[in-house]
C-alpha cells in the first residue's frame, strides 16, 4: 500500500509541475529550445502565475488585469524567505535585494526592463510598495515612504501619456534610488530622469495623447480654477491637444479618450499627492498656470502679412511675444512657438523632479546607510516611423544590454571562480560593436550629428544622412538605401538608415534628428522667460545662460554622458533583474501572441541568459540548505550529520546515487548540472514527507533549530562586542599616537585626547602621592603642560593642611608655638643656640611649687609667679656670681636669695635686654639706674636663656627691646660708669674676671 502511495504523490507531483510547466527556466530540460520556452511561460501565463526566474532573472509577462497576489499576506509570505522554496514574484526580487543589501552590506540595484506596455513601471510601483509596507519605521519614515508612493502619481501625470502601445506610457527614464540606514528602515530617496518625450507636448501619433496633465487639468480642475487660468474645459479646442503626426504630416486630429483612466479621479490622486510631497498651494498654482499657458501658447495663431511680416492673430495672455516673432517667417515663427512650449515644459519636469528629490532627500545623515536603485527606463522600440527619439531610447537599451551581459557573465564566472569549480566560456553575443557604432567619439552616429549642427554652411537633415554613409559605409550593422542591396532596398526610404540592433532591425527616419539634437530655443525667447514673473519659470530659465556665450551640448550628447554616468551607478551596485514581457498588443488579458512574445524573448536575449546560467550548472545550494532539505533521504544523514558539511552532502548524493558527471561540489556549494536529478531527488523526498512526518521528531528538530539560532545569536553578539572593543582600542590607540606627535601644539582636535589623558595621569599620580605633613615638602613634577595648575595645588594644599594643623591645636600647645614662633624672630640667625633650642620645648617654669619660698609667695601677693627659674647673678662690679631665682609675674621681675625679694624690675621701666650671638647663657637686663627703687642693669646667667629672654620679652612686651650683640655688651654700673662684657668662643663655657676689668665669657663652640 505505501509503496503504491508513493508512487501516486510522486506522479500527481509531476503532473502538477507538468501543467504549470517550470518555476525556473533553469530546470527546462531543453533549454536550447526557443519554443520549449515559449511553451513554459504560456502555461504559466494561462494558469495567471505570470512570474518565473531564470536562476536570479525575474522574467514578468503582464496580465492585463488585477491579480490577487499583491495583497499585505502575500508580502509577509515572501519575507525572508529564500528564492527557491516558494514560488516566483516580484516581492522574492524585492525581498532578496533587500535581505542582500542588508547581510552584505552592498549597495543593490534592480533592473527593469521590457518593451512599452511590458510592465516595468508596474513592477517599480510594486517593489516600491514591497518596501514601504514591509521595511521597519517609525513616523518619520512612515511620511517618507508616503512621499516615496506619492511621487508617483505625480510624476507619471507629467511625464506619461496615453501611445498606441501603453494607456499609461512612462515618457521618460527614471532611476529611482531607495536609501536605508543601518537598521533598514528607509530614510530617503533620490530620482534621476531621463530625456523627456518633449515632442509630445505640440504634437502626438494617431491615437495617441500629450502628457496626461493637461486632460486632468482640463477634467478634474474646479470651474473657478478653469476660469482663473482662463480655460475651456473641452480639449478639442487646444491644438496641442489635437495635432497629430500622420505619415510625417502635421493634421488636425480627434483627441482620442482613455477608456481605462479616469482623468478625473487621476487629478484627484495627483492634487492629494502634492502637498504630500512638500508643494505649497502657490507653487501647484505657479505649476497649473504654466500648464494653462503651453495650451494658450498652442492656440498662439500667427498671420503673414503683405510684405512677409508674421503677426500673431490670436488674442492671448502672450500677445507681447509678437514682437519676438515677427522678424521670422511664418514656418520660423511656428516652429519658435513649438520650441518655447517643448522648453517651458520639458524644463518645468525637470524642476518638478528636482523638487520632488527635496522632499525625499536624506534628512538626518545616517550611519552605514545602503541603497536600493530602481530603474524603470523606456524598453527597445520599434514603431513604424522611428525618429531621434526612438534612436536615443534604443540606443539606452544596447547600453544596458551591454551592462547585463557583463554583470551576469561576470558573476556567475565569479561564482563557479569562489567555489573552485571550472568554467566552461559561453558564446553570446556582443553588443560592443553597435554601442561603439553609435557613441564612438569622433567616428559614432552621436559625433557625426553633432558635427553636422554645428557645422557651419547649408546643414540639412539629408545632409546628415549623406555623411553617415561616408564615415560609416561598410559597419556591419549600419545600412542606408543607397547602401543596401535590392531586398532591403524595398522596404527603406531614401530618408532612412538603418541600425541592426541586437534586438532586432530598425529603420529611423533623419528627418527632424538635427533640429531634436540642437534642441535650440530663440534667445530672445530665453530672455522673456528670465523675465517672467512665476518663480517656477526663474528657476527654469536663468539669466546666465542667456548671457552665457558658450553653446551648450547637443540633446544626444547630453543624453550620452547621462547614461554613462548611469552605467557607473549601476556598475557600483550588486544588479538583480526583472525582465518584461508584453502578451499581446491589443491590451487584453488571456492573450498570449506567440509571435510578439518570441520576438522580445529574443530581444531581451533570454535565451543566451538561460544558455549561460546553464552552462555551467542548472541549480546551485549552499551546503547546509541542500543537507537540511534532503537529509531525510539517507540513513546517515538522518536525523542529523555531525561532521563536515561538504562530507555529509557528498554522504547523501552517493546514497541516492548520483552520478559524477551530474554535480559538483565547491567550496560551500553543491552545482547540480542537470534538472532531471534535482527532480528526481525532489519527487523522493515528497514520497518521504508522510513517513518523516512524526511529531517527537520535527519538535526535537525545533527544539535543536532553537538551541542553534540562540547559540548562534549569542556568538553573534559576543563577536560583535570583541569586534567593537577591538575598533575601539585601534581608535584608541590612534588618537594617541597622533596626539603624541601634536603634544607641543596648542590644544586642537589632533591632540585633545592625548593632553586630557596627560592631565588626567598627572591628576591620578598626585591624589595618590599627596604630602601627608606640613615639614613633607615632597611634590610630584608636573608635565610641563599643568606646571601652573600644579603650583596651586601645592600652595592650596599646604594652606589647608596648615589650617587642618592649627584647628587641632591645643590651648597649651598653642601658647607653645606663640612663644617659639616669637623665639624665632628673635634669635633665629641671631644666636648660636637658638638652633638647639627649637626642638626643646618651653616649659612653664623651670622651678617647682615648693622650691619657691612660702615668704616670697606671700610677699608677691596677688601677682602669681608666672614662671620661675634659677639663675646666677653677676655682680656689677667684680663679678661675683651670686646664685638667685628669677621669678616672672604679669607686670615685674624679682630676683630672689631664698627667702628675700633681692631686687624688683618693672617691665614698664624695663630698656632692653642685651644677649651675646654665640652659644653661652649671659644676658643683661637694662633698667634705669637713675630710679632707686630699680638698682640698674642686671647681669645674669641661664642655662634656659632662649626660654627665659623669650618669655621675659612676651610678658613685658618688649620683644623689639631684645638686642644680640656679637662682640660685646655694655651695662650701666652706678652713676654713669659703664661695664663690658666680652664675648669669645672657646672650647667650654667660662665666665670669669678679664683683662682691663671686663666680665670674659668664652662661649662652647658648637657644630
Ligand atoms: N502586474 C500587473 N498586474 C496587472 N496589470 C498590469 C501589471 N503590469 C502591467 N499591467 C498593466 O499594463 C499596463 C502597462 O504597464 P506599465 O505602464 O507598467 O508598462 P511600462 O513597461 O512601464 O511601459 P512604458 O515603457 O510605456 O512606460 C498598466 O497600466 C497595467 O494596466
Ligand atoms: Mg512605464
Known amino acids: 500500500v505505501s509503496l503504491r502511495r508513493v508512487r501516486l504523490v510522486m506522479e500527481s507531483a509531476l503532473t502538477a509541475r507538468d501543467r504549470v510547466g517550470v518555476q525556473d527556466f533553469v530546470l527546462l530540460e531543453n533549454y536550447n529550445s526557443e519554443a520549449a520556452f515559449i511553451e513554459n511561460l504560456r502555461r504559466r501565463f494561462r494558469e495567471n502565475l505570470i512570474y518565473t526566474y531564470i536562476g536570479s532573472v525575474l522574467v514578468s509577462v503582464n496580465p492585463y488585469k488585477e491579480l490577487e497576489i499583491y495583497s499585505k499576506p502575500q508580502m509577509e509570505r515572501y519575507r525572508g524567505v529564500s528564492f527557491y522554496e516558494i514560488s516566483p514574484h516580484i516581492y522574492a526580487v524585492s525581498d532578496n535585494t533587500y535581505r542582500a543589501m542588508r547581510t552584505e552590506r552592498k549597495d543593490q540595484c534592480i533592473l527593469i526592463s521590457g518593451e512599452s506596455g511590458a510592465g516595468k513601471t508596474e513592477a517599480s510601483k510594486k517593489i516600491l510598495l514591497y518596501y514601504a509596507v514591509t521595511c521597519p519605521t517609525n513616523d518619520h519614515m512612515a511620511a517618507l515612504g508616503d512621499r516615496l508612493l506619492q511621487s508617483n502619481p505625480v510624476l507619471e501625470a507629467f511625464g506619461n501619456a496615453k501611445t498606441l502601445r501603453n494607456d499609461n506610457s512612462s515618457r521618460f527614464g527614471k532611476y529611482m534610488d531607495v536609501q536605508f540606514d543601518f537598521r533598514g528602515a528607509p530614510v530617503g530617496g533620490h530620482i534621476l530622469n531621463y530625456l523627456l518625450e518633449k515632442s509630445r507636448v505640440v504634437h502626438q501619433n494617431h491615437g495617441e495623447r500629450n502628457f496626461h496633465i493637461f486632460y486632468q487639468l482640463l477634467d478634474g480642475g474646479e470651474d473657478d480654477l478653469l476660469i482663473t487660468l482662463d480655460l475651456e474645459r473641452n480639449p478639442q479646442k487646444y491644438q496641442y491637444l489635437v495635432k497629430v503626426v500622420t505619415f510625417n504630416c502635421l493634421a488636425q486630429g480627434n483627441c482620442p479618450r482613455l477608456s481605462s483612466v479616469s482623468d478625473k479621479n487621476n487629478w484627484k490622486v495627483v492634487m492629494k499627492a502634492l502637498p504630500v510631497i512638500g508643494f505649497t498651494e502657490e507653487e501647484v498654482q505657479k505649476l497649473l498656470n504654466i500648464i494653462a499657458s503651453v495650451l494658450h501658447l498652442g492656440n498662439t495663431q500667427f498671420g503673414e502679412g503683405e510684405e512677409g511680416e508674421t503677426y500673431i492673430t490670436t488674442e492671448t495672455q502672450i500677445h507681447h511675444l509678437s514682437k519676438m516673432i515677427s522678424p521670422l517667417s511664418f514656418e520660423q515663427a511656428l516652429s519658435a512657438r513649438d520650441a518655447l512650449a517643448k522648453a517651458v515644459y520639458g524644463r518645468t519636469f525637470t524642476w518638478l523632479v528636482e523638487k520632488i528629490n527635496q522632499s525625499l532627500a536624506l534628512k538626518v545623515h545616517s550611519k552605514g546607510s545602503s541603497v536600493i536603485g530602481l530603474l524603470d527606463i523606456y524598453g527597445f522600440e520599434v514603431l513604424q516611423h522611428n525618429s531621434f527619439e526612438q534612436f536615443c531610447i534604443n540606443y539606452c537599451n544596447e547600453k544596458l544590454q551591454q551592462l547585463f551581459i557583463e554583470l551576469t557573465l561576470r558573476s556567475e564566472q565569479e561564482e563557479y571562480e569562489t567555489e573552485g569549480i571550472a568554467w566552461e566560456t559561453v558564446q553570446y553575443f556582443d553588443n560592443k560593436i553597435i554601442c561603439d557604432l553609435i557613441e564612438e567619439k569622433h567616428k559614432g552616429i552621436i559625433s557625426i550629428l553633432d558635427e553636422e549642427c554645428l557645422r557651419p554652411g547649408e546643414t540639412c537633415d539629408v545632409s546628415f544622412l549623406e555623411k553617415l554613409e561616408d564615415a560609416l559605409g561598410g559597419h556591419p550593422h549600419f545600412v542606408t538605401h543607397k547602401l543596401a542591396n535590392g531586398k532591403t532596398r524595398r522596404v527603406m526610404s531614401r530618408e532612412e538608415f538603418r541600425l541592426l540592433h541586437y534586438a532586432g532591425e530598425v529603420n529611423y527616419n533623419v528627418n527632424g534628428f538635427l533640429d531634436k539634437n540642437n534642441d535650440s530655443l530663440n534667445r530672445n525667447l530665453k530672455e522673456v522667460m528670465c523675465q517672467s514673473d512665476n518663480q517656477i519659470l526663474q528657476h527654469c530659465f536663468r539669466r546666465e545662460e542667456v548671457i552665457d556665450q558658450k553653446r551648450p551640448e547637443m540633446a544626444a550628447t547630453q543624453f550620452k554622458n547621462s547614461l554613462m554616468k548611469l552605467m557607473e551607478i549601476l556598475m557600483s551596485k550588486e544588479p538583480s533583474y526583472v525582465r518584461c514581457i508584453k502578451p499581446n498588443d491589443a491590451k487584453q488579458p488571456g492573450r498570449f501572441d506567440e509571435v510578439l512574445v518570441r520576438h522580445q524573448v529574443k530581444y531581451l536575449g533570454l535565451m543566451e541568459n538561460l544558455r549561460v546560467r546553464r552552462a555551467g550548472f542548472a541549480y546551485r545550494r549552499r551546503f547546509e540548505a541542500f543537507l537540511q532539505r534532503y537529509k531525510p533521504l539517507c540513513p546517515e544523514t538522518w536525523p542529523n550529520w555531525h561532521g563536515r558539511l561538504s562530507d555529509g552532502v557528498s554522504t547523501l548524493v552517493s546514497h541516492l546515487g548520483y552520478k559524477p558527471e551530474e554535480y559538483k561540489l565547491g567550496r560551500s556549494k553543491i552545482f547540480i548540472r542537470f534538472p532531471k536529478t534535482l527532480f528526481t531527488t525532489e519527487d523522493a523526498l515528497e514520497a518521504k514527507k508522510p513517513e518523516i512526518g512524526c511529531l517527537g521528531v520535527l519538535y526535537m528538530h525545533v527544539c535543536v533549530c532553537v538551541v542553534i539560532v540562540i547559540q548562534s545569536g549569542w556568538r553573534g553578539m559576543k563577536a560583535r562586542r570583541r569586534a567593537k572593543r577591538r575598533r575601539?582600542?585601534?581608535?584608541?590607540?590612534?588618537?594617541?599616537?597622533?596626539?603624541?606627535?601634536?603634544?607641543?601644539?596648542?590644544?586642537?582636535?589632533?591632540?585633545?585626547?592625548?593632553?586630557?589623558?596627560?592631565?588626567?595621569?598627572?591628576?591620578?599620580?598626585?591624589?595618590?602621592?599627596?604630602?601627608?605633613?606640613?615639614?613633607?615638602?615632597n611634590w610630584p613634577t608636573p608635565p610641563p603642560l599643568v606646571a601652573e595648575a600644579s603650583e596651586h595645588l601645592r600652595r592650596m594644599h599646604m594652606r589647608n593642611m596648615t589650617l587642618k594643623y592649627c584647628r587641632r591645636v591645643q590651648p597649651e600647645w598653642k601658647k607653645q608655638m606663640m612663644q617659639k614662633v616669637e623665639a624665632s624672630k628673635i634669635f633665629k640667625d641671631q644666636k648660636d643656640s637658638y638652633p638647639q633650642s627649637v626642638g626643646r620645648l618651653f616649659l612653664d617654669s623651670r622651678l617647682e611649687r615648693e622650691q619657691i619660698n612660702l615668704k616670697v609667695v606671700q610677699t608677691l601677693g596677688n601677682d602669681k609667679v608666672q614662671y620661675g627659674v634659677s639663675v646666677i647673678k653677676y655682680d656689677r662690679r667684680g663679678f661675683k656670681p651670686r646664685p638667685r631665682q628669677l621669678l616672672l609675674t604679669n607686670t615685674f621681675a624679682v630676683l630672689v636669695d631664698r627667702t628675700k625679694i633681692k631686687q624688683r624690675m618693672d617691665y614698664s621701666a624695663m630698656r632692653g635686654i642685651s644677649v651675646s650671638s654665640l652659644s653661652d647663657g649671659v644676658f643683661v637686663v637694662h633698667m634705669p639706674s637713675e630710679d632707686n627703687k630699680q638698682k640698674g642693669d642686671v647681669v645674669l646667667h641661664c642655662s634656659h636663656v632662649i626660654?627665659?629672654?623669650?618669655?621675659?620679652?612676651m610678658m613685658a612686651n618688649k620683644v623689639s627691646y631684645v638686642n644680640i650683640s656679637p662682640g660685646s655688651i655694655r651695662f650701666a654700673v652706678a652713676r654713669g660708669k659703664e661695664g663690658i662684657i666680652d664675648f669669645v668662643r672657646g672650647s667650654e663655657l667660662k665666665v670669669a674676671k678679664g683683662k682691663r676689668g671686663h666680665l670674659l665669657v668664652v662661649s662652647q663652640r658648637l657644630y
Open 728 to 777: 575601539q582600542a585601534a581608535e584608541l590607540i590612534r588618537r594617541f599616537i597622533k596626539g603624541f606627535i601634536y603634544r607641543h601644539e596648542e590644544y586642537c582636535p589632533e591632540n585633545e585626547y592625548f593632553l586630557d589623558h596627560v592631565r588626567y595621569s598627572f591628576l591620578k599620580n598626585l591624589r595618590q602621592n599627596l604630602p601627608k605633613s606640613v615639614l613633607d615638602k
Open 947 to 953: 626660654e627665659l629672654v623669650t618669655k621675659l620679652a
